[in-house]
């Protein structure tokens, strides 16, 4: 997994709720058997005039000039703002993995889905919540200056504009530690199979049904 | 005093110094399904690390989303499809994971054999690469969907690091009416709390209106959690759980059977055990509920109208349903029953199973589908519900009626085969998400039961079923 320390970046906003994991990366793009590859599609949906297929060259196709992404001033985006619920639905990783392909390392946003939420960790993403009120502050912001950006500190746990606030966000130790360190939580699993092999073989008498 | 939900995650947590760090716990899993969508990455980097599955007995695979529903003796014509299902073949093969096979009477959709085979059984922590996962919490289990990173997880250590969740409890009191089912119940929960109610919970669905729910209905319950935002759903054991167990291949049998039920009749909330937060519905005034948004918590009772945005306070509710209108093709104020349909589709993992599929073809039964009707559809959930429909004479009936009867799986609930809507269509649909785009780019969704769909599809407009002559018993 991809280390995350600290990143400023341009921010791009998405200003609708409830955005689910069908819209993040279509159905049509979950046939492949690769974890790369997705990003052209992201919002597949939105972001195209015509119906997209697998396989196909996103760069020849009709962009939507009418959607965010796709206005020049949010090209190289790499911190997507967005609204409450973000990545409901469907379990797919390929909706993170669409995202992360595409360019994205920070999603704010007030509230997330339980499973999105957790796959993004999984991958190296970094999701945070902040209170609707300054996700409020943080859309006028992006939209009255061309070039907004937006700094993410990891380890003290802040995101900071350019007029120098700042606001903190909270991250569990655990999850937090396997972002700054890159670590791959099998082989951190693993560590602990002697531990897993006692618990299964106790869990075995006591239900044998289960085995 | 402990909640369900507390009692099945203390019976799974594996005892470690050092994980629970940051209040993660390690969590065993007992019954890992595994479908073709979600899981060749994970096998693929299984491989890449030189790691094997932690314990084979506890997976059961089956490809579902990508299989046709119609004659399967061609195999699937879409490679992409095929590379799938062939990529999980080749994976179950090759490590000796026990698979129900396209051709396999056994074959269909992961959340309706997992139960049928008696895979699913009470106290398991169950998890999927897929969200319906909840489903199985029907039958007191903690179930809950997982992304391909942690199938792989469970796969090499049959575990997860995960963080406890808040409980929920939603009690449904009352008698239900009839023609109102579990699929309105979950609906209706939907509406009251939002799809966002249930982030960061595990919902436990109590109250006199589920404990007469049948294993099918509660499913049906347990399966809409993960809409309602909660990644697990559960149903305490009853005399119904452990009938519905019993006989089934994968279940226990003579005397371990005896000391399984044992086990099972604990499995339910302490009488005073203390949830975080409680949500209470009566059944009786629960009406037949239909979707109209590209949400599931846009849904109505079928006397309703389509909302009218200028009403809405809230700049950015007032925002969604404009956009929802204009996707759906919806005027403001429309009463539901004056929306007419082109499609209908009677199906997926929360809706395929054998009563779903009775209580439609009563509704259908003598009667032919509306001349507006292009295409009715019934997709049952697995090749044994679609035999036992078979003797049963409900194929019959359906077809009489003019529905196309198709071989098992997801089909148009995500449209991942050939069965999907066209650009503009509309359609009355047993599944579970009315998303843009979800049953084909363009379509255009309604959530319902079986028999609302089944009405739909005879008078080509959604109509309260209870009101149709002999459509209800």
């Known amino acids: 997994m991809e280390k995350f320390h600290t990143l400023t970046g341009l921010v791009v906003p998405l200003d609708r709720a409830n955005v689910d994991t069908d819209a993040i990366i279509p159905k049509q793009f979950l046939k492949s058997i690769k974890r790369s590859g997705f990003g052209q599609y992201l919002f597949d949906e939105w972001r195209f005039l015509d119906h997209g297929e697998s396989g196909m060259d996103s760069s020849k196709r009709q962009p939507d000039p009418g959607f965010v992404l796709n206005q020049p001033r949010y090209q190289g985006a790499q911190i997507l703002l967005a609204r409450a619920n973000f990545g409901c639905g469907s379990s797919r990783e390929h909706a993170p993995w669409a995202l992360q392909d595409y360019g994205f390392r920070v999603i704010i946003a007030p509230s997330f889905a339980d499973i999105f939420f957790n796959n993004c960790f999984k991958i190296g993403l970094l999701p945070i919540v902040l209170d609707t009120a300054i996700l409020d502050l943080l859309f006028v912001s992006v939209a009255m200056h061309p070039g907004y950006q937006l700094t993410v500190d990891l380890q003290n746990q802040c995101v900071s504009t350019p007029d120098s606030n700042s606001f903190e966000f909270e991250v569990d130790t655990f999850r937090k530690h396997c972002l700054l360190h890159g670590l791959d939580e099998i082989g951190l699993t693993l560590q602990h199979a002697d531990k897993i092999k006692a618990f299964e073989n106790k869990r075995r008498q006591e239900q044998p049904w289960l085995f | ?473």
């Open chain 2, 1 to 473: 005093m402990q909640t369900l939900y507390d009692k099945l995650w203390n019976q799974h947590v594996v005892p470690t110094e050092s994980t629970d760090v940051g209040g993660m716990s390690l969590i065993y899993i007992d019954r890992h399904l595994v479908h073709e969508v979600t899981s060749p990455q994970a096998f693929e980097s299984l491989k890449l690390a030189g790691r094997k599955p932690w314990r084979l007995s506890s997976i059961l695979a089956v490809a579902d989303h990508n299989v046709p529903t119609t004659d399967r003796s061609q195999g699937i014509h879409d490679p992409l499809s095929r590379l799938q299902v062939d990529t999980l073949d080749q994976n179950c093969d090759e490590l000796g994971i026990t698979q129900f096979k396209m051709y396999d009477l056994r074959q269909g959709i992961v959340h309706v054999i997992g139960p049928e085979q008696g895979a699913t059984i009470p106290g398991m922590t169950v998890v999927c690469g897929d969200s319906h996962t909840s489903t199985h919490g029907a039958f007191a289990c903690l179930a809950f969907g997982i992304g391909t990173s942690e199938v792989e997880h469970v796969l090499a250590t049959q575990c997860l690091l995960m963080k406890k969740s808040k409980t929920l409890r939603i009690l449904v009191e009352g008698q239900l009416g009839l023609g109102v089912t579990a699929k309105d119940i979950a609906l209706a929960i939907i509406g009251k709390i939002g799809t966002a109610g249930g982030n960061g919970h595990a919902i436990e669905f109590a109250g006199s209106a589920i404990r007469t729910l049948s294993m099918e209905g509660r499913m049906t319950l347990c399966n809409m959690a993960i809409e309602a935002g909660a990644r697990a759903g559960m149903v305490a054991v009853d005399d119904v759980t452990i009938d519905y167990i019993k006989g089934r291949p994968f279940a226990p049998q003579g005397e371990m059977w005896e000391r399984a039920v044992a086990y099972w009749r604990t499995l339910h909330s302490d009488p005073d055990a203390a949830f975080d937060q409680t949500v209470i519905l009566n059944a009786t005034q629960i009406k037949p509920q239909v979707t109209w948004g590209t949400s599931p918590e846009m849904v109505v009772d079928i006397d309703g109208r389509v909302p009218d945005p200028e009403y809405v306070t809230d700049e950015l509710k007032r925002k969604d349903i404009q956009l929802a209108l204009n996707y759906m093709g919806l005027k403001a104020n429309t009463p539901i029953q004056q929306i007419t349909i082109d499609k209908v589709f009677i199906g997926s993992c929360t809706n395929s199973r054998i009563e779903d599929l009775r209580s439609a073809a009563q509704v259908v039964k003598d009667k032919r589908i509306a001349s507006n009707v292009k295409l009715a559809l019934v997709v049952p959930g697995s090749g044994l519900v679609k035999q036992q429909a078979e003797q049963e004479g409900l194929d019959k009936i359906f077809m009489a009626a003019g529905f196309e009867w198709r071989e098992p799986g997801c089909s148009m609930c995500l449209a991942m085969n050939d069965d999907r809507l066209n650009p503009g269509e509309r359609c009355a649909s047993t599944s579970n998400r009315n998303f843009e785009g979800r049953q084909g780019p363009g379509g255009r969704t309604h959530l319902v039961s079986p028999a609302m769909a089944a009405a739909a599809a005879i008078t080509g407009h959604f109509v309260d079923v209870r009101e149709l002559k002999d459509s209800l018993s």
